[in-house]
């Protein structure tokens, strides 16, 4: 795309913007908040975390640090139905049982670029 529209608007920010891009974020603002961990000089989170690794039926994080045990969940306005809610449920139950740190992070932190959830993290990944 960037070789192909050379002159299209907001292509030099593009240009600067694309070793940014991972392969599994499912939207901006988990985007934005891998960003502000990384900025704040937090190693890279693994995206679409899995508590066992290489089951696809294993429940999934938005992020996380494995060898940690520290599991992300960005909840954006979806997370508000009923049905979200119980899956969200379940998956938050499976992580908390594993032993997993276990942070969910809203707009209310996005508003605030993750000051506060930057801060959580590093405490979590500075635990024994």
Same mark, same amino acid.
């Given at each position: 795309m960037l070789t192909r529209h050379p002159k299209l608007q907001g292509i030099v920010k593009a240009r600067a913007a694309v070793h940014l891009i991972r392969a599994g974020a499912d939207s901006a603002p988990e985007t934005f908040l891998r960003l502000a961990l990384t900025e704040a000089g937090?190693?890279?989170?693994?995206?679409?975390?899995?508590? =066992? *690794?290489?089951?696809?039926? %294993?429940?999934?994080?938005?992020? $996380?640090?494995?060898? *940690?045990? =520290?599991a992300i969940e960005y909840d954006g306005g979806h997370h508000l139905t009923r049905e979200q809610q119980s899956r969200?449920?379940?998956?938050?139950?499976?992580?908390? %049982?594993? $032993?997993? &740190?276990?942070? &969910?992070?809203?707009?209310?932190?996005l508003a605030?670029?993750?000051?506060?959830?930057?801060?959580? =993290?590093r405490a979590a990944l500075r635990e024994p």
């Open positions: 937090l190693p890279e989170p693994e995206l679409q975390m899995r508590i =066992v *690794q290489d089951d696809p039926y %294993s429940p999934a994080a938005d992020m $996380g640090y494995r060898r *940690q045990r =520290v969200d449920n379940r998956r938050d139950a499976y992580f908390h %049982s594993a $032993g997993w &740190k276990y942070f &969910k992070f809203n707009a209310d932190d605030q670029n993750f000051r506060r959830a930057v801060g959580q =993290v």
